[in-house]
T-cell receptor, first 113, second 113 residues
Framework: DAKTTQPPSMDCAEGRAANLPCNHSTISGNEYVYWYRQIHSQGPQYIIHGLKNNETNEMASLIITEDRKSSTLILPHATLRDTAVYYCIVSPESYSGNTPLVFGKGTRLSVIA | DVKVTQSSRYLVKRTGEKVFLECVQDMDHENMFWYRQDPGLGLRLIYFSYDVKMKEKGDIPEGYSVSREKKERFSLILESASTNQTSMYLC????????????FGSGTRLTVV
């Protein structure tokens, strides 16, 4: 079972910031928060991940609360091409073993012109 | 561009046929994965492999088998296709232990009639 809870759908106006929430209240100390997205008819694409600190890359920012029980993915200036299903996943990043990612149902983000 | 290539985009097979879905990656990744995706159920892990000739069952392995004879190729086999195996099949690969770096193929939409 997925260890995260996400809203099933959200809308965002083009050019505005899209803030996608994720609850992971049972996250363990060694588990990272990962975000992927899946644009229609394509395979999922990695966006960003983090452990405790906030992270930013060219695609998005990840804000993790201090207690690590929730996080928010921020797309600073959403475009129509950001319309996709966004998956929040928690999983250990293990270099000695392999723990496959478990995808939940995600949030369907619709960016509206 | 690094790639995960799935041999067919669309496939139609008859009930009872043996079906092979092929996946090839050119990134020298150790890990390879097969997921299936169905409406309302998200992505579910069928099998994964972290080395040549190694395989591990995922959450829904029943009715499937896999083969990994070479590092770059991971095959999913439906021994006797059934209509409930009609689905989108997604292959992914990653470096050993690096769960953030999954690269997915574009998927094979299999219809069993």
């Amino acid at each position: 079972d997925a260890k995260t809870t996400q809203p099933p759908s959200m809308d965002c106006a083009e050019g505005r910031a899209a803030n996608l929430p994720c609850n992971h209240s049972t996250i363990s100390g060694n588990e990272y928060v990962y975000w992927y997205r899946q644009i229609h008819s394509q395979g999922p694409q990695y966006i960003i991940h983090g452990l405790k600190n906030n992270e930013t890359n060219e695609m998005a920012s990840l804000i993790i609360t201090e207690d690590r029980k929730s996080s928010t993915l921020i797309l600073p200036h959403a475009t129509l091409r950001d319309t996709a299903v966004y998956y929040c996943i928690v999983s250990p990043e293990s270099y000695s073993g392999n723990t496959p990612l478990v995808f939940g149902k995600g949030t369907r983000l619709s960016v509206i012109a | 561009d690094v790639k995960v290539t799935q041999s067919s985009r669309y496939l139609v097979k008859r009930t009872g046929e043996k079906v092979f879905l092929e996946c090839v990656q050119d990134m020298d990744h150790e890990n390879m994965f097969w997921y299936r995706q169905d409406p309302g159920l998200g992505l579910r892990l069928i099998y994964f492999s972290y080395d040549v000739k190694m395989k591990e069952k995922g959450d829904i392995p029943e009715g499937y088998s896999v083969s990994r004879e070479k590092k770059e190729r991971f095959s999913l086999i439906l021994e006797s296709a059934s209509t409930n195996q009609t689905s989108m099949y997604l292959c992914a690969s990653s470096l050993l232990g690096r769960t953030y770096g999954y690269t997915f193929g574009s998927g094979t939409r299999l219809t069993v009639v």
